[in-house]
């Protein structure tokens, strides 16, 4: 498969010039970004919350206390739209009318299934630490029965999936391309700094470097 | 009035230590971040869409085309919950379990409003753009009669309103202080490149340095 089907659901309505259905993009996407946002309906509010996710295959998976209310929600059969957006730039044109952003975005309709077997439940965790910081697992201590208890993990599948992105330049109107003023985008780049000592670690070992 | 009221929706439930109702937080939360996720139950879906928000005084505001069908949806009185998600950091534990994320995110239930008052739509969509890219709105053109029709302005006050804030370093269980892995913080930061030229402006004017 190279494509999601386009279903009623997953059919880009607005800007359809800027969906895709491509596999490969959506996995690139949904392996880039730390964070998503998972919103259903609660017997009191629409939820939107934010969490880290990570895909193993055509599944999504997140991950959380068992006593998280959302995920009681979702596992009581509520279906989740899972959004994705990586923000990739301003873009400035000669129009206030045609300022953009550079984006691209993933959403996904699903149902949460739980991961019930330990071995897989540890399997799957083992992979989210590899995806947030490769080549850490080796040296913590992994999960006692205890904490895989209070961990509880959804799984969703890849089926009802979209992605839109915006890449490029401002488009203006024509007219508007013989003003003097600057057009372009500003990129927006998220980067990872340097890391920060644990208090409790430069008491015990001195600093890093 | 300098913190939020504490409402049986609002109260943070799991976390509670990490929870704010500080007024000036979430309006700086709010401030610093472009984009929010918007939620809210559709005919067929739960839906969270990403957009550009604004806030002006105890409102936050978002625009899209009077078409986009989660505007109609919430112009139709469907609640939303609106959450902004700022990452700060990875929270790098000894134990696997107690790895984490550093992060400010605001969460407000609300339904929308739209801005009827075409000069109000004005002055809103201006503050919106002297967020976005300060000092640039006295170089472009302004909205059109046809540019100003076919956006939409919803706005949702700021009553419902809670964050989440972590900072700081890992928590580990007290034994797994004795382990020989580094600990700390991995800093994210979202930070703004050098902006890169409209391949139309420099047919026209030449490299802008």
Redesign the interface.
């Known amino acids: 498969m190279t494509t999601y089907p386009i279903t ?2 997953t059919k880009v ?2 800007g359809q010039q800027r969906a895709s259905y491509d596999v490969e993009l959506v996995h690139n996407i949904l392996d880039e970004a ?2 998503c ?5 609660m017997a ?7 969490t ?1 996710h990570w895909r193993v295959e055509d599944k999504l998976y997140i991950h959380g ?1 068992s ?3 959302l995920f009681q929600t979702l596992l009581a059969g ?6 994705v ?1 990586i ?1 990739d ?2 873009v ?6 045609h ?1 953009s ?1 550079n ?1 691209r ?1 993933v ?1 996904i ?1 699903a149902k949460a299934t739980k991961i019930e077997e330990e071995s897989e439940k540890l399997r799957l ?2 992979l989210m ?1 590899e995806k ?2 490769p080549d ?2 080796k ?6 029965p205890q ?1 895989l208890k209070a ?1 509880t993990v959804l799984a969703f599948d890849l089926k009802e999936v979209s992605a839109k992105v915006r890449t490029g ?2 488009v203006d109107d024509d007219e ?2 013989a ?23 430069v008491e ?1 070992h001195g600093r ?1 470097d």
Chains 1, 2 share one sequence.
Request: glycine share 6%; proline share 11%; with cysteine.
């Open positions: 009623p659901r309505k607005r730390y964070i946002h998972v919103g259903a309906k009191d509010r629409p939820m939107v919350q934010p880290v206390s006593k998280n209310g509520e279906e989740a739209c899972i959004t957006t923000l730039g301003l400035m044109a000669r129009s206030s009318f300022h952003a984006y975005c959403m309709f965790l083992d630490m947030i910081t850490r697992l040296d913590v201590r992994g999960p006692n904490e961990t330049p401002p508007d391309y003003l003097p003023v600057w057009a372009g985008v500003i990129p927006v780049d998220q980067k990872l700094g340097k890391p920060v000592d644990d208090p409790r670690w015990d890093k």
